[in-house]
Structure formats: structure tokens, C-alpha cells
């Protein structure tokens, strides 16, 4: 069938897409900066890439019209709350417009279990999106799912910060509130398996795992896979806003992802619309066994997404492609060029392939947590994001606080953009250059494009630290060995 899937580079999309080439679907896979897709990673002839903004009507021309089915797997939780429910509502409209030009048969929408009388933001959004999307001519296939639980998800990844991290919690009364996760191998089977299902058309159903779980059993149960003792300590005086920030703080999570968090958690996400599982029956993996299973990709390098490389946090949602030529007037740069011998490279490369996360920035890694805590106390991702892969980068990808633009190997070139709170942009480039037979070079460029007094007054500030930092940071790129 001839698929098309929105939402491609997204952490379900980018899960459920080698699934349908496997399948032998022809797929349109749209993203929203092309740039941010790893093309290298599903090379196959039933594959088309198309950069598309449903907020923008005018990019959607292009799209196919000869199509079967297509995928609504668009969201917007790390938007201004404000903007949330706004955004969600014109997306959806554009893709309607757009998918009654077309000649499909089936729209699946996978959103969020909202049985509930009174729903949090986010929630009442995603029921105003599958609401719009049912208005289609397009026959409507609705999953609605609880809690997705997979290496590199949101919910599992701030659900690890929080056990590893903290011995004793003082938490929130919401963590009593009930809920149903699903492992992320049971979301794709049901999302791969409903393609032109015609029991399924006009459908919702609701998809969960096999148990029905508290928040604070999660937690708990996640601390006995990993072997941990942890003690949680219900308090109900703490307010949403507390709440918040007290999951910002100690997760990797965004600020506005928190509060949409927080704000959902009052609702229980418990399977209601049954019926899915006798259509497309499978074996539901339990929460314990969904844990293990993400650990042991994570063990074995092998996250296939991650829901930081969907965060873009560089100003008003740019396309990266606005950020990847490094602009060379009204800036300033810190330059730093090192000559090592030629049979080193393939080490030096791969050290500089490696760095952030817990390899660090081979140099005062300390300082680089204080700049870290200092911008999440300005509301910044700081540098619990880390990195989705040891070893292995790709552009669009989230690195500490830092967002890789390019990342050619082949040229030894990485170039990454801080996603961090500045007054101005700022770029870090490393690159090889073969200086001779028996010589090559790299070069380190860190370059800043102050916005007013604010952005120079902040570069002098802290051009002391690059004068050491820099400086030791190349050298030990140089020389470090694993």
C-alpha cells in the first residue's frame, strides 16, 4: 500500500517507519526540517521524503495525492500551553483539507485515552484533534493509548531520572493516580497492523498493557529491575506548579513538558473502548518486561529514537537549515587549531563522535554541569538531555545542550548549535583538515552572534573560561584514547 506517515521523525514515526518498509508499503515519510532526518538510516526505493509544515498551507502542495493510508502522528506537547490547543487545531484543519485532495481510505490517528469527564489540557487537545480529524471524508481509525513505555521515551526516561536520582521522594499526590502503560513494541503492532483493516474504520479504541498500575508503582517497579531500593513519601500540599518544577528539575524533561505532565496526571488512563485486542491480537508485554526490553537496547546501542531529538528549542522553531551556514560578520570566534600525526585520525574522529553525554567535554566537565544547572535555572534544557547513542551522531539530533546541524564523517566535520538560554546564537564546529603526507589538523571554532549590549557584555564574561577550556578541550581531543 502507498502510506503516508506525518510525524516521520517523531519518536513513534521514527519507530513505526522501518516497520512499513519491511511490510512492503510505499511510504511518503513528512517531516517539518528535512534536515533532522536521518535519510542514512532507511535507504530503501519504496521510500519518499518530503519537508512539509501543516501550519503552513502553502508547503502542503507538494504532498502525494496518490495515497492509501496515512498517519496522523502529530503533536505539540513541548509548545507554550497557551499555544497548545491553537496550534493542534489549525494542523489538524490544514491535514484535513489536505487528505480529502487525496484518494485514501483510512486515516489513523494514534492520540491519547481520555475517558475522563474532566481532562487536563493536553488531553481535551488531543480530543479536539481526533474530533477534527473525524470530520474528514477519510474513514477515521483512533488509538488511543496510555502511557508508552520504551528506551528513549518520555515517560521512561523521566521515570528513570527520577529512580536513579533519588533514593527517597517526596512526591506529589497524583503519583496514587492509576494509569495502563504499554511497551512501544504493542503501540507499532497495533498502529503496523491496523493499515487497511476495514473493522477498524470509524473506530476508537483504547490501547494499554496488560496491568493497571499507580505512578508510584511504576516507579517502584522500575527501581526493582534496575536492582534499587527507593522510597516514595505521598504528600497532597504540593501544588501543580511545585510539581512542575520539581519534575523539571530533576528530570531531563522541558519546563512546559512538566506542566503538561503534571496537569495530565490528575487523569487516570485506563482502557475503557475495548475491543482492539481481539482484532489484532498479540502477546501485551508487561511493564516489567518493558522495561528490560528498553534497557537491553540501550546496552546494545541501539535506541532507535528518542523524544529529545523532537524538542527543538532553538528561537521561534526555526528550520535548522536557518542555522547551518555559521555566519562570519558580527560575531564573535574562539579558534583553535592543533596539529597531530596522520595515523591518528580515525582516533581523533571518533572522539570527537563521542563527546557530551558521559564521555563529557574532555575538559572541566564540571563546569560544564554548573553551565548546565545555570540554564535550567533560566529555564533551558541544561545537560541532563546527554545524547541518544554512545558513539554514533546524527543531524537533528539533541547533545547535552547543543543541537547537531551537521554531522558528516566522511568530511570529519560536526557542527552544533546551542539550544541553551544566550543572549545571541552561538555554534561549536570541529573539523580535520589533512595538513600534509604525514600531518593532519583540527580545528575548533566556537562562534557567537551577540543580540545587543547583553550578548558582548555576556561573551567577555566568559571568555576567561574559554581561554583554558578550549584550549584543554583540543588538546585532550587530541590525545585521549580509549
Given at each position: 500500500m502507498k502510506v503516508l506517515l506525518t510525524g516521520a521523525n517523531g519518536y513513534i514515526g521514527k519507530r513505526l517507519l522501518p516497520i512499513l518498509l519491511d511490510k512492503g508499503h510505499e511510504v511518503t515519510a513528512v517531516v517539518r526540517d528535512i534536515n533532522t532526518f536521518q535519510n542514512n538510516t532507511f535507504k530503501s526505493e519504496r521510500l519518499r521524503i518530503f519537508q512539509a509544515d501543516f501550519l503552513k498551507p502553502s508547503t502542503l502542495e507538494a504532498l502525494p495525492r496518490e495515497i492509501d493510508v496515512a498517519f496522523y502522528l502529530i503533536h505539540s506537547l513541548s509548545n507554550n500551553a497557551d499555544e497548545i490547543s491553537k496550534m493542534e487545531r489549525s494542523i489538524a484543519e490544514n491535514f484535513v483539507n489536505y487528505i480529502d485532495s487525496t484518494n485514501a481510505s483510512q486515516v489513523i490517528y494514534l492520540g491519547g485515552i481520555s475517558n475522563d469527564d474532566r481532562l487536563s489540557e493536553h488531553l481535551t487537545s488531543r480530543l479536539m484533534t481526533e474530533s477534527i480529524l473525524?470530520?474528514?471524508?477519510?474513514?477515521?481509525?483512533?488509538?488511543?493509548?496510555?502511557?508508552?513505555?520504551?528506551?528513549?521515551?518520555?515517560?521512561?526516561?523521566?521515570?528513570?531520572?527520577?529512580?536513579?536520582?533519588?533514593?527517597?521522594?517526596?512526591?506529589?499526590?497524583?503519583?496514587?493516580?492509576?494509569?495502563?502503560?504499554?511497551?512501544?513494541?504493542?503501540?507499532?503492532?497495533?498502529?503496523?497492523?491496523?493499515?487497511?483493516?476495514?473493522?477498524?474504520?470509524?473506530?476508537?479504541?483504547?490501547?494499554?498493557?496488560?496491568?493497571?498500575?499507580?505512578?508510584?508503582?511504576?516507579?517502584?517497579?522500575?527501581?526493582?529491575?534496575?536492582?534499587?531500593?527507593?522510597?516514595?513519601?505521598?504528600?497532597?500540599?504540593?501544588?501543580?506548579?511545585?510539581?512542575?518544577?520539581?519534575?523539571?528539575?530533576?528530570?531531563?524533561?522541558?519546563?512546559?513538558?512538566?506542566?503538561?505532565?503534571?496537569?495530565?496526571?490528575?487523569?487516570?488512563?485506563?482502557?475503557?473502548?475495548?475491543?482492539?485486542?481481539?482484532?489484532?491480537?498479540?502477546?501485551?508485554?508487561?511493564?516489567?518486561?518493558?522495561?528490560?526490553?528498553?534497557?537491553?537496547?540501550?546496552?546494545?546501542n541501539m535506541v532507535v529514537s528518542s523524544w529529545i531529538d523532537t524538542q527543538i528549542n532553538h528561537s521561534e522553531q526555526k528550520s535548522l537549515n536557518h542555522y547551518?551556514?555559521?555566519?562570519?560578520?558580527?560575531?564573535?570566534?574562539?579558534?583553535?587549531?592543533?596539529?597531530?600525526?596522520?595515523?591518528?585520525?580515525?582516533?581523533?574522529?571518533?572522539?570527537?563522535?563521542?563527546?557530551?553525554?558521559?564521555?563529557?567535554?574532555?575538559?572541566?566537565?564540571?563546569?560544564?554541569?554548573?553551565?548546565g544547572y545555570l540554564d535550567k535555572l533560566a529555564g533551558g534544557v541544561g545537560l541532563r538531555r546527554g545524547r541518544r547513542s554512545p558513539n554514533k551522531i546524527n543531524s537533528g539530533d539533541s547533545l547535552d545542550f547543543w543541537r547537531v546541524l551537521l554531522a558528516d564523517k566522511e568530511e570529519k566535520r560536526l557542527l552544533l548549535f546551542a539550544e541553551m538560554k544566550l543572549p545571541g546564537d552561538a555554534w561549536l564546529e570541529f573539523k580535520i583538515i589533512s595538513k600534509d603526507n604525514e600531518q593532519d589538523q583540527l580545528v575548533q571554532t566556537a562562534t557567537f552572534r551577540p543580540i545587543g549590549l547583553l550578548g558582548r557584555l555576556y561573551w567577555y564574561a566568559v571568555l576567561p573560561f574559554h581561554l583554558f577550556v578550549f584550549r584543554n578541550m583540543i588538546k585532550n581531543l587530541v590525545e585521549y584514547r580509549h
Amino acid at each position: 500500500m502507498k502510506v503516508l506517515l506525518t510525524g516521520a521523525n517523531g519518536y513513534i514515526g521514527k519507530r513505526l517507519l522501518p516497520i512499513l518498509l519491511d511490510k512492503g508499503h510505499e511510504v511518503t515519510a513528512v517531516v517539518r526540517d528535512i534536515n533532522t532526518f536521518q535519510n542514512n538510516t532507511f535507504k530503501s526505493e519504496r521510500l519518499r521524503i518530503f519537508q512539509a509544515d501543516f501550519l503552513k498551507p502553502s508547503t502542503l502542495e507538494a504532498l502525494p495525492r496518490e495515497i492509501d493510508v496515512a498517519f496522523y502522528l502529530i503533536h505539540s506537547l513541548s509548545n507554550n500551553a497557551d499555544e497548545i490547543s491553537k496550534m493542534e487545531r489549525s494542523i489538524a484543519e490544514n491535514f484535513v483539507n489536505y487528505i480529502d485532495s487525496t484518494n485514501a481510505s483510512q486515516v489513523i490517528y494514534l492520540g491519547g485515552i481520555s475517558n475522563d469527564d474532566r481532562l487536563s489540557e493536553h488531553l481535551t487537545s488531543r480530543l479536539m484533534t481526533e474530533s477534527i480529524l473525524s470530520n474528514s471524508t477519510i474513514p477515521l481509525t483512533v488509538l488511543r493509548a496510555a502511557i508508552i513505555i520504551g528506551s528513549g521515551g518520555a515517560s521512561f526516561e523521566i521515570i528513570r531520572d527520577l529512580v536513579e536520582k533519588l533514593p527517597v521522594m517526596v512526591a506529589p499526590k497524583w503519583l496514587n493516580t492509576k494509569c495502563q502503560p504499554i511497551g512501544v513494541r504493542n503501540v507499532i503492532h497495533y498502529l503496523s497492523e491496523s493499515i487497511g483493516n476495514e473493522k477498524l474504520y470509524g473506530k476508537t479504541f483504547d490501547i494499554g498493557g496488560p496491568e493497571v498500575l499507580t505512578y508510584k508503582e511504576m516507579l517502584l517497579k522500575f527501581a526493582e529491575v534496575r536492582g534499587m531500593k527507593r522510597y516514595i513519601l505521598t504528600i497532597p500540599v504540593m501544588t501543580p506548579r511545585l510539581s512542575s518544577y520539581w519534575l523539571y528539575f530533576v528530570t531531563s524533561t522541558s519546563y512546559q513538558i512538566a506542566i503538561n505532565l503534571v496537569d495530565s496526571m490528575k487523569n487516570e488512563v485506563i482502557v475503557k473502548k475495548k475491543g482492539i485486542e481481539e482484532m489484532i491480537p498479540q502477546e501485551l508485554m508487561s511493564y516489567k518486561d518493558s522495561v528490560n526490553l528498553a534497557f537491553k537496547r540501550i546496552e546494545q546501542n541501539m535506541v532507535v529514537s528518542s523524544w529529545i531529538d523532537t524538542q527543538i528549542n532553538h528561537s521561534e522553531q526555526k528550520s535548522l537549515n536557518h542555522y547551518i551556514q555559521v555566519p562570519q560578520h558580527g560575531t564573535f570566534k574562539d579558534l583553535k587549531v592543533l596539529s597531530f600525526p596522520k595515523t591518528n585520525s580515525d582516533d581523533v574522529l571518533e572522539n570527537i563522535w563521542s563527546i557530551g553525554g558521559d564521555r563529557g567535554w574532555y575538559y572541566g566537565n564540571w563546569l560544564w554541569k554548573i553551565r548546565g544547572y545555570l540554564d535550567k535555572l533560566a529555564g533551558g534544557v541544561g545537560l541532563r538531555r546527554g545524547r541518544r547513542s554512545p558513539n554514533k551522531i546524527n543531524s537533528g539530533d539533541s547533545l547535552d545542550f547543543w543541537r547537531v546541524l551537521l554531522a558528516d564523517k566522511e568530511e570529519k566535520r560536526l557542527l552544533l548549535f546551542a539550544e541553551m538560554k544566550l543572549p545571541g546564537d552561538a555554534w561549536l564546529e570541529f573539523k580535520i583538515i589533512s595538513k600534509d603526507n604525514e600531518q593532519d589538523q583540527l580545528v575548533q571554532t566556537a562562534t557567537f552572534r551577540p543580540i545587543g549590549l547583553l550578548g558582548r557584555l555576556y561573551w567577555y564574561a566568559v571568555l576567561p573560561f574559554h581561554l583554558f577550556v578550549f584550549r584543554n578541550m583540543i588538546k585532550n581531543l587530541v590525545e585521549y584514547r580509549h
